[in-house]
């Protein structure tokens, strides 16, 4: 039997005394959002978006190679955050490089934004373009993902993803030209 939350009962409450903590990893835990958007996006936000897709994805990797989560359980979920993480990062670039937000989940679309993308860094994220075009597959059963049989070990997957992302994340910042 279900049991009914009291009337009134809210998914989230607002963020009070009780929230309160040292640092990120003391107690009490939370899940939680909330920082006002007072101006236009900086590519600085995206970046920090990114990372924290990228830091999710991570974790669920970490929990398959401890055998705290099945594999075939967790694949969708991780590819999703990685490629959102992506997404996220290639935003930053564009409006890194153009003074522009770029709007869309087609990752082809934002790598003809950006400008100073090594080879294989446009390679992969074409794979994972391919893979889910419209960033619904990964989410939604009944969609287009491109179902094919590919994979890769769990640390090359790490290696790979790490090396990606930091590369993405330069670019962001201007590191790389």
Known sequence: MIVQPNTGTKLFEEIDERFERDDEWSFPKSVSIGWPILEKPKPNDFRDFSIRYYEASRSLCEMVSRNKIEDYVASFPIIFLF??????????????????????????????????????????????????????????????????????????????????????????????R
């Open 83 to 176: 490629r959102h993480s992506v997404e996220l990062a290639l935003k930053a670039v564009v409006l890194h490089q153009t003074g522009k937000s770029a709007a869309g989940h087609d990752l082809s679309v934002l790598l003809k934004k950006v400008t100073g993308m090594p080879d294989w860094v446009v390679n992969w994220v074409s794979e994972l373009h391919r893979l889910d075009e419209r960033s619904t597959g990964l989410r939604y059963p009944d969609t287009d993902v491109a179902f094919f049989e590919a994979g890769s070990l769990m640390p090359e997957w790490q290696e790979k993803t790490e090396r990606l992302h930091a590369v993405l994340l330069a670019l962001s910042q201007g590191h790389i």
